[in-house]
Structure formats: structure tokens, C-alpha cells
């Protein structure tokens, strides 16, 4: 049986609302967050301080921005899924390409994260919905790797501490966290249904230290608690209807939230969320890339900080 949200304080982190924030990251390098707005195409980083997120920089990107991870190194910058490739955002705002042309044309890279052995792994997704999209993994070259075909709409990942397991949302048509064993090469094996969701779409998910999992649930207002084997554990309620994905901050759960598509949004609907928990969780892993050789000029209609 679940346990329900009433003991639970959601918060209102941020002063800015978004149409689709999603893929919030801390950074264990400096302690910041960073997320991005996938209707905007801007990668935002700033500061939790005294309950709320500070912004500091924000980055245009691209299109169809996705998902972003941080490289190892202080200063190094951000590796971003963004169209049909990966870019490099450097701390100063310089977008650089590291890898083009991957998805399909027409298709667009969504979420993704890194694994414990610093590998880059993003899917992507199609207007309109058809299962034609993949699931990549991208080595510290920038090189791909296709781990999985036939896939709609690639959304949250999460791997164990070992890295010898990878848990997976691909959204449609089955609303269900899978699960799958990794090989020390990435190869993926022995694919299961750890469980359905239900009422809503399973969206974003992180991993905390005992191994569960929360899941952002679109539609349903609900982020939820899953054990490894699929019982739902606990179920919180919010203040925003479109959730897109979560990240702990230790022990506060970080929840971005989108408005896009409300005939009525609330004051929630588009910002970003908080609420503690008993179990924390780690900074996102990093890729285990290197930033391009340096640049000589910013480019003058795609990168762009704000502060």
C-alpha cells in the first residue's frame, strides 16, 4: 500500500514560471541546478538558497532542446542534447557541436542521462507519435551507439549504483517503467516491465540511495515512489498537473512542471517545485567527455548568456 502525500510540504522554488521546464540536474561540482525550457530552447543554471532557485545564466541552445549532463571537471561545461545531435554549452555560454545528425531527420533528442562509467545516454522522439525512435549511448568522443530501436517517446533513465542496470520510460504506448541488464559495453539484455502507471504519463525519473524511484506522472498532478520490483510506495500530490521530471538535491526533491497546453493554469503550473524527503540522492553523473577545442568568438545566434 502507498502512502499518501499529507504529512508532505510542496513548495514553490521559483519566482519564473515555464512553459515546459524539464531534466532539473544538481551539479555536484559547485552545488547549482540546472534545467532547461524545452518550448524556449534555453539551458538555465542557478541556486537554491533559503527555499527557492536563484537564477543566474541562461543559454539558448536550440530547437528541440533535451536533456543536459554536466562534464567531470570544474568549469568544463555541459554536454546538451538538443535537435538530432549532442552540443557543448561552456560556462561562458559557447555553444560547440559534439555530435550532429544522429536521429533521424525530423525526430528530436529528449531525455537522457550518464551512467557510472560516464557514458552519455539520450533518446529521442517523434511528431507525431510513432515508434521509430531510438535510444542512444555516447562514448567520450561523442560517438553513438544505438542501444534500442522501436522507440515512441524516449523519457526517463536512471541506472543502479553498479551501472549493471538500467531503469527506462519510454512514454507510449505502454505508460510503464521498464527495466533492463547492462553489459560492461552498454549492451542491453533481458528487458522486463518493472511496473504500469497509471493515470497519467510516466514522464522524468531519478533514483535516490535505497535504490527507488521517483517518477514525475504528466496529467495526474502526482509524483510517485516506486520500489525496484514496482509497488508503489508513496504518492505526493501537487500544486501543478503537467509534471515532466524530478531530481534530488540530497533530500529535496526538485520537480519541474510545464503550463503548456492549459486552458487554465495555476500559479504552480510551470514552475518549479520542492519538497523533502527522507532519502536523498546524488549529484548527476557525469559525462566523461572533454570540452571542443576553444573557439575564437562566441557564436553570434545561438548561444547566448543572460544573467
Do not use: K
Amino acid at each position: 500500500m502507498s502512502r499518501s502525500s499529507l504529512s508532505r510540504t510542496v513548495e514553490i522554488l521559483s519566482d519564473a514560471r515555464y512553459v515546459q521546464a524539464e531534466s532539473p540536474r544538481w551539479d555536484g561540482r559547485d552545488g547549482t541546478l540546472a534545467w532547461i525550457d524545452m518550448a524556449s530552447g534555453a539551458f538555465h543554471r542557478g541556486r537554491i538558497e533559503q527555499g527557492r532557485v536563484i537564477p543566474e545564466t541562461s543559454v539558448l541552445v536550440g530547437a528541440q532542446i533535451g536533456a543536459p549532463v554536466p562534464l567531470a571537471a570544474a568549469g568544463a561545461g555541459w554536454a546538451v542534447a538538443v535537435d538530432q545531435g549532442l552540443v557543448h554549452v561552456s560556462d561562458d555560454g559557447v555553444v560547440s557541436p559534439l555530435a550532429t545528425d544522429v536521429a533521424r531527420a525530423g525526430d528530436y533528442m529528449n531525455d537522457g542521462g550518464a551512467d557510472p562509467f560516464g557514458r552519455f545516454w539520450v533518446g529521442s522522439q517523434a511528431m507525431p507519435r510513432d515508434p521509430h525512435c531510438s535510444l542512444w549511448s555516447f562514448d567520450s568522443r561523442g560517438g553513438p551507439t544505438e542501444r534500442l530501436s522501436g522507440v515512441t517517446v524516449s523519457n526517463g533513465l536512471s541506472f543502479d549504483r553498479s551501472g549493471s542496470t538500467l531503469y527506462y520510460i519510454d512514454t507510449l504506448p505502454h505508460r510503464s517503467i521498464e527495466a533492463f541488464d547492462v553489459a560492461p559495453d552498454g549492451t542491453l539484455s533481458n528487458r522486463r516491465t518493472v511496473c504500469r502507471v497509471d493515470g497519467g504519463n510516466p514522464d522524468g525519473m531519478t533514483i535516490d540511495h535505497e535504490g527507488m524511484l521517483w517518477v514525475a506522472v504528466w496529467d495526474a498532478a502526482e509524483v510517485r515512489r516506486y520500489s525496484p520490483e514496482g509497488t508503489l510506495v508513496e504518492t505526493i500530490a501537487l500544486p501543478a498537473t503537467r509534471p515532466t521530471a524530478v531530481a534530488l538535491v540530497d533530500r529535496l526533491l526538485v520537480i519541474t512542471t510545464a503550463s503548456v497546453g492549459l486552458a487554465q493554469p495555476t500559479d504552480a503550473d510551470g514552475a518549479l517545485l520542492g519538497v523533502e524527503v527522507e532519502v536523498g540522492g546524488s549529484p548527476a553523473l557525469p559525462w566523461a567527455g572533454s570540452p571542443p577545442p576553444a573557439v575564437a568568438a562566441r557564436p553570434a545566434t545561438v548561444g547566448e548568456v543572460t544573467r
